[in-house]
């Protein structure tokens, strides 16, 4: 693929998983409404909020150092549709990819959680620095057990680090959720999505009436507009990501999409259904959480996994 | 009609503001979430900053602490953005108007700060949750007047409610 064709990629692939995003983000809102009994706003909604913040003023704190301020949103966005891409091309083109890319894409998921944290640093805001702070401790906390997930995965898929064959050896043989260490490795990943997407109970970062709005305090107007697309795009995105490493990876073409249709709904109702059910928990207690109960559980998924492959037991 | 008002009638970040109300006002307002009103069928949401919002839900009778910090945070707020003065204190500060801890009204303090702001008025104590959907349309039929276009608020269906 020469560089036309990229450029072509990341835009196709970026608007898409946006509008794709905008569809789960109304998804999400509408689960939400529909549990506390109520009706929910209309399909259009996220894209309506979405340009009526494009039509609003930007306010400049006069403490906020500009640059940093107004780049940040825009690196987010970036590191984020990159990601998307790259995981789109590595399920549609079986020999895509790179040794590593795994990785890669982890690493790009998490800029927009870094450029969040520059951009409530640059605003000069005590709520967006405490925001900010927390986001760290957040970051710290659920990394290390993602990452762990992912190792389950890579060791089911025959010791590969390029996605396109984690997601070529589930097609030959069988998903990795589909035994004891991928189904562990799942909702470990699971939780730690779920604080990614910085969503109730893993929303200390934002939240909402005890730090005004937290990291995203001093934003409005366009700004604002592109961290609302940066976060419904990581909505998309991140269960794609999920579906690639343990579900047996998206599936574009015959009757296998409506599979993957519907296990993309499927975690996007579960990610709704975990942030209506719980409270937002301390910071505190959220790293203990992570640190003390997701990782050693993602550490024995993984020594399952392992034992599994070396004496050849594809249940375990 | 502009795009930029079309969107603003289709979702309006709204942020509750309290100036010294008894919380009569603010359990009223908290109803309009609720299932038996459900506003967000209309895009209306509330947000915890003051950057994020279209509109400021003031209640209480703004009390001298409480005016700078009102005005402040109206400068603060991303414009357009529009004010609703929600129950009898916002309106005329009620029974407390010449009580030794009240500042000005609601309005005459926005005002002070910006001369062209669009305050609505619902007035009650608490005014019931009709009342403050009215009061919205009441800000749409406003800002289409200030667009030039004819008021098509009466046909939208937020009034339907606000009338039953």
Redesign the interface.
Known sequence: MGLLGMIVALIVGSIGTIVLGLAAKWVDRKVTARLQWRVGPPWYQPAVDCLKLMGKETVMPAVARGTGFLAAPVVGLSGACLAATMLWAMNLWVGSGFVGDAIVVLYLFTIPSLATMLGAAASGSTHASVGASREMKMLLSYELPLTIALLVAIVHTGNSFRIAEIVGAQQSGHAVALSISGVLALIVAIFCVQAKLGLVPFDQAEAETELMAGVYTEYSGPPLAVIYITRALMLAALPIFLITLFMGGVHMTGWRVIVSVLQFVLLLVVITLIRNTNPRVRIDQGVWFFWYLVTPVALAALALAMIGQHYEVTWL | MS??LW??K??LFVYHVNVGACNNCDIEIVELL??QY?V??F?IVL???P??A?ALLVSGICTRQAEPRLQELYR?T???CVVLCVGSCALSQGVFADAYHAGHCVDEAIRAVDPNAIIAYVPGCPPKPEAMILGVIKVWEKLEELAGGKPAAAAHPLAEVART
């Open positions: 795009w930029k969107t603003l289709k979702s609720t299932p459900d967000e069928r895009g947000v915890g900053s950057r994020h279209d603060a991303a414009k357009p």
